[in-house]
C-alpha cells in the first residue's frame, strides 16, 4: 500500500512539473534579444528575420529574459509579435517547449 | 629530417626581438578586445534597461539565451559581410561564430567592431623514424571593422594576426605525411609550416540590389580567394584539433594568398564569386606581406539550401605555387557543410574534396575529407577527422629514396588519416572559451613506405584551448 501509494505521488509529482505553462511576450531572435536598434531603418520584425536567417534563433522576451523556443516554425508568423505561448520550459535546455502559440490580443490591446 | 642548424637564418636575433616585440603587440589586442567588449556589455545592459542589480535580484540571467550581439546601425548587406569567415567564404549560417563584438562612434559615423581569436598550446608526438615532438601554439586573431554605407551598400575591411613564426620554432611543427611549402631551402615533409603573421588584410565594399541580392567587391593585399571550402582554422567542424589537415594543400592552402581580388554576386541561395590573385605560396620570411602579380584565378559557386547547410564547388589555376616545384596547378574542389545548432555549440561536419593537377608532372592527385565535432553536455567536445590523400612529395629532397620507389612502385601514395579528439571546456574567463584537450592519429600507407614510417604510424597532441567568444 505505502509503496502504492509511493508511486501515484511521484506519479502525480512528475506530471505536475511538466504540466504547461503560459508564457507571454514577445517574439524576438536570440542575436538582439531584448531590443532592435541594430538595423538601422527597419521594423523589429524585419530585424527579426533578418537575424534568424543568420545564427540567431526565435526566442521570446517577456519583458525580463530572452528564452529560446524549441518550435522555429509558428514563432516565424508573429516576428516581433505579442503571443501567448502554451508549453514547458526545460530548465536544462534553457528553452520553452512549445505546445501552441496564439497572438495575445488583449495584452496587445492594452 | 630538417634541422635548424644546417641552415641558419641570418638575423636571427633580430627576428627573435621582433617576435617578442608581436607577441606582445597581439597579447594587448586580445586584451583590447576583451576590454571593449565587457565595457560595452555593461553599457548594452543599460541600455535595454535591465540593471545589473535587477539581474542579480531575479536572477534573470540564468534563462536569458541572447547572445550579446552588440551591434547598431546595419542593414541586409551589413549581416552579409558579417557572417563571413576567411575571405569570402562562408560557414553555414546557422553557426553562431564565437567573437566579441562592439561598436564606436567617430567622426566618419558608426563602425561595428568584430574580435576573433583562437589560440592552441599543443605538445604533438608523432610516431616512427620520420615522426618528432614538439611543443608548439597555433594562432591567429582577426579584428574587422564594419561600417554602413548608404541604406544599401556596407564596408568592411579587416586584418588578422598570427605569432606562429614565433611560436612554431624551426619553421614546422611535426605531422607525418604532412607536405608543401619550404623551411630553410627545402621542402617540408612529415610538417606543418606556420602561418604568416599578417594572415589577412583585406576590404571589401557589399550593395544590395535588390532584396535577395547583393554584390560584392573584395580587395586584400594577403586574402583568401574564392577556391576551396572554408580554410581549416576558420572551419567550424575543425574548432576542437589544434593541427592541420594533411589535404591542406589540395583543397584550402591558398587561405594566404597575396594581391587578392575577388567580384561576387548573390541571388536567394546561391552565390557566384571569381578571383585573381598572386599564385605563389608565402616565402620563408613570414613576417612580411609578399607582393606579385595576379597570375592566378579561380571561381566558386556557393549553394545555401538554408542556413543548416553550405556547399561550394570551385576551380582555379594557381600559377607556380610551390617555390622548389616546376609547373602550374590546376585544383578543383568540391565541399558540403552541416550545422546543427545544440545546446553548448553547434554539431558541425565537413566533407570535401580537393584535386590538384600538376601541369610539370601531369599528375592527378585526390584528397577526401570528413570532418566532425559534436558538442556533449554542455562543455564537452568530441570530435573527429577522416582523410584520404595522394600524396607525391613525402621523398622531396630525397632523390635516391624518390627514384627507387618511382622505379618499383610509382610516384603517388595513398595515405589515411583518422584522427578522434575530445576537449572539455573549463571557464576560466567570460569572453574567453577556454577548453583542455587531445586528439589521436592513426594513419594507413601503402606497404611499400612503411620500411620509412613504420608499419603502424600514429600522432598524438595534448592541448590547452583559448577562444575569444560572445559570453551566453
Redesign the interface.
Known sequence: MIKRTSMTLTLVGALLANAPSTFTGVITDTLCGRTHGMMRASSDEACVRMCVKGSGEYALFDGKDVVKLSDQKQPAKFAAQRVKVTGTYDEKAKRIEVASMEPARDQAAE | MIGETEFPLPGGAVRRRAARQLLALLGACLVAGTALAQDDGKQQRQ????TANEEAQ?G?HT?????S?N??????AS?EL??LASGTSVNA?????PMVMTHFRSPFGTWNTMYMGTAFLVDTQQSGPRGGDKLYSPNWFMAAAEH?VG?RGAFQMDLMLSLEPATITGERYPLLFQTGETAYGKPIVDGQHPHNFIMGLGFQYTYQLAEETFLSAYFAPVGDPALGPVAFPHRASAMELPQATISHHWQDSTHISDEVLTVGIEHKNLRLEASGFYGSEPGENRWIIQAGPINSWATRLWFFPN?YWAAQVSVGRIAHPEALEPGDQVRATASLQYIK?M?GGSWASTFAWGRDHDTATFRNLNSYLAESVLPVFRKNFITGRVELVDKDELFNGQPGIEQHLDVLYGSTFRVGAYTAGYTRDVALLRFVETGVGANFTSYSLPPAIKPYYGNHPVGGNIFVRFRLRSPE
Do not use: F, I, L, Y
Open positions: 541600455e535595454s534597461g535591465a531575479d534573470s534563462k536569458d539565451t541572447t547572445t550581439m551591434m547598431v546601425d546595419m542593414n541586409p549581416m558579417m557572417n549560417a546557422a553557426w553562431p561564430m554602413r541604406a542556413k545548432p545546446p
